[in-house]
């Protein structure tokens, strides 16, 4: 019994440390942060417009790709097929490439000679330094994300409830949207904020892809390697509570739906 | 009229094997089957959720074997009941209804009558998870039901449920197969087989090793298996002898049957039923009695009273009550004799 508890404090010393690790920095850029610098970044329109684009295209990018991708994390759920742990590879592969490496294979595929920037040439857009490419940049490296997280999502949708509904009359295409996706529904929003979080705080694929306009992270950037550290510092505050704003925002209204369903674990296996 | 004729799956390391089957309009079928006996798969390939390897499913003349799940007109229960989660108990039983898009007059008059039928429209609002056991069991024969299906399939449907509640539906469901619903129920529970089937199989590996009236399969089990399902717990390996012209089968402890007039070869089975056999402090004779002596080794509760167990070098296995105890003043240790009928004995042979 004693040593439990000592080990239970030495656990919570140690998980107090890492927590601190985490809250110290931007308690300290919060403390350093004047409040008339503060007041004068929130007013400024350039930090404005850069905060307004990340958050508009990371959510952007993130609602447009999930259309793909949870029919895709569906399929990696439930079915069988013979190259599956090779997708799965290639599904996290964006997680541990460098991201500048991610922008520089992107910048690749979307410039003007590339296959997309053609397509996209021929209909008049030039991805580069377009709020498109910087959404292609924040969803590749943000994708596996919303991928995974809906995966398991219907990975824990018992099998029965679509198998009765099958047998109640319904096509596969009904027991998707009537079985399925409703009860993997809070895994996908998971990932959803997850991949749009991601998307947001992206720097490395994005400046590659689109210097301007300028996304917070690449603003942010600009700031510290042009005026130093108290120049930064404000914009930074600003863009972590505009980002938490938004954040906690959506957590709360997944929140509002998870209480509409049930665990159906217990009762179905 | 369901017919399968020479059904043959194979799932990984398990296959159900040239399954032939009759199920006849208005019957009751229960197929009896330890779990991984292929029970609920042979259920799965009737409904559409699999196809055989090889076979046909005929049901009303026509051949379903390829048809689509959704065309089959073959509801299945299953046994967890696979009850929607995020949607009211009217919402599952409504949920067939509005996939065909009835209109919303004619799905609530429906769900109700379907509701009313189960008694369970008290309950019509609530959400899933606050049902019990029985009651979920009953939104999911509501569900199915209401899409007319031409054949039932219940799947270890009273498994999971206390007595009261399994005797609540098992009078529902013969009230339903009364009114001419066709079921085809698999259990693994012998007891739900003697009270609901009108015919019974038995599936053992994949294979259905005996089909028949209740009667049928339970007084002439085909095998051990069948047997044990039957509640018979006194199985003797024996070989035949003939002494002065009558037939003894002889175990290996020594205990000599009585077999005249029974047809029996060497290595054959025979079985006796537990009720079949009295205990008494003296031995009895009779032309056709078999008397056997032993010793009282234990004395045990059981659903019929108390079980004695007496060993006369091979087990056996006798439901006495407890006035019959007292009257035998049994107690373990006590010298006995286990008495029965040389026509109480069950001959299995090829064993």
Redesign the interface.
Known sequence: MRKNSIFTWIVILLSSLVLLFILAPLAGMFIHTGKAEFLETIKDKEVHQSVWLTLWVSFAATLLFSIGAVPFAWLLARKKFPVKNFVQGIIDLPIVLPHTAAGIALLGFISRDGFLGKIASFLGINLVNHPAGIALAMAFVSLPFLINASRDGFAAV?E??E?????????HT?VFF??SL??AWRSIITGFVMMFARGMSEFGAVVIIAYHPMIAPVLIYERFSSYGLNYARPASVFFILVALLFLIGLRLLSLKRKE?????DA??? | MLRLINISRKLGDFALKDINLEVSDGQYYVLLGRSGSGKTQLL?LI???GHPDTGKIILDNEDITKRR??DRR???V?Q???????MTVFGNIA??LK??NEPKKSIAEKVEKAANAMNINHILER???KLSGGE?QRV?LA??LI?SPRLLLLDESLSSLDTSLKDDLKRLLRNLNKSGQTIIHVTHDYGDAISLAKRVGVIHNGRIIQDGSVDEVFNNPANRFVARYAGIRNFFKVNIVHENGLSFGVTEHNIRFKLNGVSAENNSLLLVKSDAITISNQEHEGKDLNTIKGKVSEIIPSEFGLEVTIDAGDLFFVNISASDRQKLCLAEGNRVWVNFNQKDIVVINGT
């Open positions: 018992p029965r409830l198998k009765a509904a099958l047998n109640l009359g319904a096509s009904k009537t079985i409703p009860l509409k369903y049930i665990n159906t009762q179905t296996d | 799965e409904a559409g959720l799940i959704q073959v509801g299945i299953f967890d009941y696979a009850v929607f989660p995020h949920y067939p996939l065909r959400n899933p998870e979920l999911a569900r199915t899409t």
